[in-house]
């Protein structure tokens, strides 16, 4: 209250009735007469212009996640671009004949079969050229190897070509079951035995000058024979031999 008066008397005896102190109490409501001067609101523009955008905290980051952005819209272009021109597909295998050269399931859990295909191999790629690596080939029936591996030569296939390949198999020994020996002996029989042809190996694609990582490559050919007890040579195919390609 003696400090409320004190301030009435100061006001009733100052010598300029315009001017106010201000209540430190309520110094919010105070505001100064008048506009910022000039000078200060020049100084201040030109401060914040005068920082290039290039020395802002938040301005590589920017540009550096344009640039990165901008990099990986160009990449995935090229590559689809090169995947919808060089796009290749996977090549072709087919039976073309059989024969049989022996064949002895009497004796088990050993059987003996010696046989030779004819496998034509096709490169259905206008623009892409294939190579076969560490090729090689088995029979099996009913799941089972009836004969060993054997190694193949390395191939190499131009675009649109097609090559023949005519190895011979078995003529070894091999362990099986006696329920897979007496189930073949039974098909020898009747005149009609499955076999199931499978190559293995890896293959590489090469376009250009641009070769390919390798691919692993598994082929399986279901092929049904025409086959009586104790023939010997070229044996009729029944049907159409279907080649399973994974790679």
């Known amino acids: 209250m003696e400090e409320e008066m004190q301030i009435q008397q100061q006001e009733d005896h100052d010598p300029n009735p315009n001017y106010r102190n201000p209540n430190p109490r309520h110094h919010q409501q105070f505001r100064f007469p008048g506009k910022v001067p000039p000078h200060r609101h020049h100084?201040?523009?030109?401060?914040?212009?005068?920082?290039?955008?290039?020395?802002k905290p938040n301005a590589p980051k920017r540009e550096h996640c344009i640039c990165i952005t901008v990099f990986l819209i160009l990449l995935g272009v090229i590559i689809l671009v090169l995947w919808l021109a060089y796009h290749p597909s996977k090549?072709?295998?087919?039976?073309?004949?059989?024969?049989?050269?022996?064949?002895?399931?009497?004796?088990?859990?050993?059987?003996?079969?010696?046989?030779?295909?004819?496998?034509?191999?096709?490169?259905?790629?206008?623009?892409?050229?294939?190579?076969f690596d560490r090729l090689s080939a088995y029979v099996s029936y009913r799941n089972q190897p009836i004969t060993p591996r054997v190694v193949l030569?390395?191939?190499?296939?131009?675009?649109?070509?097609?090559?023949?390949?005519?190895?011979?198999?078995?003529?070894?020994?091999?362990?099986?079951?006696?329920?897979?020996?007496n189930g073949l002996?039974?098909?020898?029989?009747?005149?009609?035995?499955?076999?199931?042809?499978v190559l293995v190996g890896r293959l590489r694609w090469k376009a250009g000058d641009i070769n390919s990582a390798h691919y692993g490559l598994y082929v399986k050919?279901?092929?049904?024979?025409?086959?009586?007890?104790?023939?010997v040579g070229q044996v009729p195919l029944l049907g159409a031999p279907v080649c399973d390609v994974d790679s």
Do not use: W
Request: net charge positive.
């Open 185 to 197: 002996a039974m098909d020898e029989a009747y005149g009609v035995v499955a076999v199931k042809l």
């Open 91 to 131: 090549p072709r295998f087919a039976v073309a004949s059989a024969a049989v050269y022996g064949l002895n399931a009497t004796s088990p859990p050993l059987i003996s079969i010696a046989m030779q295909f004819n496998v034509l191999i096709r490169n259905p790629n206008r623009r892409v050229s294939i190579y």
């Open 221 to 231: 050919c279901d092929v049904m024979m025409g086959l009586k007890k104790g023939f």
């Open 43 to 55: 100084q201040v523009h030109n401060m914040d212009k005068s920082i290039p955008s290039r020395f």
């Open 153 to 181: 030569p390395p191939l190499f296939l131009e675009k649109h070509a097609t090559v023949s390949l005519a190895p011979e198999i078995g003529g070894v020994p091999v362990p099986v079951s006696p329920e897979l020996s």
